[in-house]
């Protein structure tokens, strides 16, 4: 599977949003400065997740995107189909080196046709199961240990302790 920056960038943005839903509409600039994306890139995703029902905006001062959906009702997978992005690892969609070298072999598909198809099918199948409150969990679960650490660090030995 070939996951391009556009996939990865719209995951990423989508998380940023989730986490801040509470706080009220989420600009654009916001998550552009936070993951260093560019607004300009995240404009175009998020005019494709608009149109796909996963995100909407909202106009006027203090506007901003929100989730259109519950985090726990939107997939990675929908995200990743949302931007366009091609999950093929056949490297053919059924068409191209792979047909015509198996056409010239009098064959419909090249002979790994089938495994890449079927790896498609599972990769599809996982990304379709991790929801974006899961991911959002997991952030936040990996702050709180980061947070926790930085608070409250361990002495290096045991006779450090008071």
């Known amino acids: 599977m070939k996951l391009t920056t556009k996939g990865r960038f719209a995951v990423t943005a989508m998380i940023d949003l989730a986490m801040r839903q509470g706080s009220g ?11 260093e994306i560019s607004l300009s890139y995240l404009e175009q995703l998020f005019g494709k ?9 909202v106009r006027g001062p203090g506007g901003g995107y929100r989730l259109a959906r519950k985090a726990a009702d939107i997939t990675v ?10 999950m093929d690892t056949t490297m053919c969609g059924g068409i191209g080196n792979c047909r015509h070298k198996a056409e010239a072999d009098g064959e419909k598909h090249c002979m790994t046709h089938e495994l890449w198809a079927s790896l498609n099918e599972k990769i599809v199948d996982y990304l379709d199961s ?4 899961d991911l959002v969990d997991q952030q936040r679960e990996k702050n709180s240990e980061q947070t926790l ?3 409250h660090p361990l002495p290096a030995f045991a006779s450090d302790l008071p």
């Open 49 to 57: 997740l608009r149109r796909h029902q996963l995100v909407a905006s």
């Open 77 to 86: 997978a929908d995200i990743i189909f949302a931007v366009n992005e091609p």
């Open 149 to 151: 650490k930085v608070v």
């Open 130 to 133: 991790v929801t974006l409150q």
């Open 25 to 35: 509409p989420v600009t654009l600039s916001g998550i552009s400065a936070r993951q």
